[in-house]
């Protein structure tokens, strides 16, 4: 076992149950109070925020149309997907992976990476951060769409600009770097 296993941690015991804490099922196709959002031509649910995680982790649904995904990026935090629907073409440190319906990648934290749908028809991914965090960012650069499925507003070369600028100046306090120009 690694060193970060839980094998190797010492014996404690369990903390008491947190009874502030509620269960929460969601449902991103019909639950209208999930914030949708879109960014970079996706539409990503937030299943679960670190408000409903205590900070430990967030759940996002993904949308992610043709020729969708975001621009190469790295973060310090850890994050993986599940391919729900379709496929997707991921690029870790430079080498490009095909990753079908049913598979996971794991991203380390602080490895550059990005992800495109090279197919003709949408995917649908369910994304982890750990810890949560990252769906702030998102929330604070996306738009709000109606719905999982929808899609976010066209930019013009003006707002894709603004949006590249406010991108950059908030990656920092999400411990983003975006890396490409």
């Given at each position: 076992?690694?060193?970060?296993?839980?094998?190797?941690?010492?014996?404690?015991?369990?903390?008491?149950?947190?009874?502030?804490?509620?269960?929460?099922?969601?449902?991103?196709?019909?639950?209208?109070?999930?914030?949708?959002?879109?960014?970079?031509?996706?539409?990503?649910?937030?299943?679960?925020?670190?408000?409903?995680?205590?900070?430990?982790?967030?759940?996002?649904?993904?949308?992610?149309?043709?020729?969708?995904?975001?621009?190469?990026?790295?973060?310090?935090?850890?994050?993986?997907?599940?391919?729900?629907?379709?496929?997707?073409?991921?690029?870790?440190?430079?080498?490009?992976?095909?990753?079908?319906?049913?598979?996971?990648?794991?991203?380390?934290?602080?490895?550059?990476?990005?992800?495109?749908?090279?197919?003709?028809?949408?995917?649908?991914?369910?994304?982890?951060?750990?810890?949560?965090?990252?769906?702030?960012?998102?929330?604070?650069?996306?738009?709000?769409?109606?719905?999982?499925?929808?899609?976010?507003?066209?930019l013009g070369e003006q707002e894709k600009a603004?949006?590249?600028?406010?991108?950059?100046?908030?990656?920092?306090?999400?411990?983003?770097?975006?890396?490409?120009?």
């Open positions: 076992m690694n060193e970060q296993s839980l094998g190797s941690q010492p014996i404690t015991s369990q903390p008491a149950d947190n009874l502030s804490r509620q269960l929460k099922i969601a449902r991103p196709d019909t639950d209208e109070r999930l914030p949708h959002i879109g960014l970079v031509g996706d539409t990503y649910t937030i299943v679960l925020s670190g408000d409903d995680t205590n900070g430990r982790y967030c759940l996002i649904d993904m949308h992610i149309p043709p020729r969708g995904g975001p621009p190469p990026h790295r973060h310090d935090f850890e994050e993986s997907f599940t391919v729900m629907e379709g496929e997707i073409e991921a690029t870790f440190r430079g080498k490009k992976t095909i990753v079908h319906t049913g598979q996971t990648v794991s991203i380390p934290a602080n490895a550059p990476h990005s992800f495109t749908n090279a197919s003709e028809s949408a995917a649908r991914l369910l994304c982890i951060c750990a810890p949560a965090g990252q769906e702030e960012f998102f929330a604070q650069v996306g738009v709000t769409v109606p719905t999982r499925r929808s899609t976010p507003p066209q603004e949006l590249l600028q406010k991108s950059r100046d908030l990656a920092p306090k999400y411990k983003t770097e975006l890396l490409q120009s």
